[in-house]
């Protein structure tokens, strides 16, 4: 990639967002803008980078201000380091759950039981799992104090 200047139309395009999106990660210290060329925001290439963490974030349930927290992180902020690690936590739970639900799917695509979710095996993916549900609360939020 060039190392020429994205005007704020060509990232909009390219990442997939508004351009008053960008404005609104800019002004949450999500992005920020290399200058201006005449009225319009110009960009280094590496920012849809940044907006490709930023869309995964999103995608994982991460508020703006958690990003823009996390974004400003530094190895000392022992604090965010360890709601960090209990969101990781969180997320390999909710693959796992996503992963079992996506196998289920599958089985009860090909199954011929009647109905489908009384079959014995579409049943035991999520009879094994209830319990451990249960017994950890989602501790999904970074939090911002």
């Not at 803008?33 to 963490?53: E, K, Q, V, W």
Request: net charge positive; proline share 4%.
């Amino acid at each position: 990639m060039s190392d020429a200047l994205l005007d704020i139309a060509e990232v909009a395009e390219r990442a997939g967002l508004a351009p008053s999106a960008l404005r609104f990660y800019e002004k949450r210290g999500l992005i920020a803008a290399d200058g201006r060329n005449g009225l319009r925001r110009t960009y280094r290439p590496d920012i849809l980078g940044r907006l490709a963490l930023v869309a995964c974030a999103r995608g994982a349930g991460f508020t703006i201000a958690e990003i823009a927290r996390f974004i400003r992180a530094t190895p000392t902020d022992t604090e965010l380091r360890a709601r960090m690690a209990d969101k990781a936590r969180d997320l390999d739970d909710d693959i796992a759950r996503l992963i079992r639900m996506r196998d289920s799917l599958r089985h009860a695509s090909t199954c011929t039981h009647e109905p489908l979710v009384e079959c014995p095996d579409f049943k035991s993916t999520f009879e094994t799992t209830e319990a451990q549900a249960i017994r950890r609360p989602s501790t999904a939020r970074i939090g911002l104090r």
